[in-house]
């Protein structure tokens, strides 16, 4: 296991540009990605983009690693009962996880502990073993019940962090805006980019 890996899932939420564009950029920073993709996220990901996923998770690892020049080893996919994949082990946990984007009811099982499958029991690891774990829901407007397992999440450490662009650096097209949230994510994971003007910087009031 990589010290350096950044677990990254991928649900039915809209909003599959933002963890496509997220992988791309991990892949980009050198970092091992251990990738899940829930059924429905495959379905939003041909519904939303031109690409077509493959169900097999190693037919789903070529397209993705060849789709994004990744270096051989570097892209793991895995399936939801691959119950012996890294990250459903606190003695293999990578360094961060990212739920990129996060449905509704995957945050309420992530909240309650479900474990119901390796996505959520991923995200359980991260929770015990006091890892980064970041949850970027999609969706409006929230509930109670949605806010109430946000806050459940966020007392336990976990960052929240709804796909919110934002506006003031006069964004061009949609891709500026995917830019902007993932640009928020990678600070968050420690990565270095160049995705989008800092805020102060002379870039900024070009």
Known sequence: MSRNAIALAMTGASGAAYGLRLLECLLQA???VYLMVSAPG????AMETDLKLP????EMQEVLSAHFA???GQLRVFGKDQWTAPVASGTSAPQAMVVCPCTSGTLSAI?????NNLLERAADVMIKEQRKLILVPREMPLSVIHLENMLGLARLGVTIMPANPGF??????VEN???FVVARILDHLNIEHTLIPRWGGEEAHD
Do not use: E, M
Not at 111 to 115: D, E, V
């Open 42 to 45: 495959q379905v939003v990901i």
């Open 168 to 173: 003031y650096y006069r964004p061009q097209c």
């Open 30 to 32: 050198d970092r091992q």
């Open 111 to 115: 909240a309650h502990g479900a474990s």
């Open 55 to 58: 169900g097999r998770p190693g």
């Open 70 to 72: 990744a270096k051989p």
């Open 177 to 179: 805006l995917v830019d």
